[in-house]
């Protein structure tokens, strides 16, 4: 997925790598709690991937997105990807896994995710490295530093 770029480097791309290796590691959890038969635990991951993603969301949409997608090269892009965010949002916040159609709904979306994922760090994350003055790396920082208060 990682091409040798240098941007895992830089420290707001690290905590977005970070928070996709987080929100995947729960996703995977309650994919494998539905494999065994634990559906107890489903709910309780499910809505804690929605709190990481939403926090993550929050601080990509209004930080590096909102930068990158003033450069007209990029906002087609990046564009694509809110919409993404929007429609994985809508699932997670919606499912009821008492539904078989659900269970498959969140298998798809964890996949979708995934593929998500990649997208964002072959395209806007290595982009940024030369897209990016000092001074819109320091907007999009405190934009993520506002999505994550604590």
Request: proline share 5%; aromatic share 6%.
């Amino acid at each position: 997925m990682c091409h040798p770029c240098g941007c895992r480097d830089i420290p707001l791309i690290k905590e977005f790598i970070a928070e996709h290796e987080s929100v995947t590691d729960t996703a995977g959890a309650a994919l494998r709690a539905l494999d065994d038969g634990d559906r107890g635990l489903v709910p309780g991951l499910v809505a804690r991937m929605e709190r990481e993603l939403v926090a993550h969301w929050r601080g990509e949409e209004q930080g590096l997105f909102a930068v990158m997608s003033a450069d007209p090269e990029y906002a087609g892009y990046i564009d694509a990807l809110v919409r993404e965010h929007r429609e994985l949002g809508a699932v997670l916040r919606e499912i009821d896994l008492t539904h078989a159609e659900d269970i498959a709904g969140l298998r798809e979306a964890v996949a979708e995710l995934h593929h998500h994922i990649a997208k964002e760090e072959d395209g806007p994350f290595p982009a940024s490295l030369t897209a990016l003055t000092g001074e819109e790396w320091g907007r999009s920082m405190g934009a993520w530093r506002e999505a994550h208060p604590a």
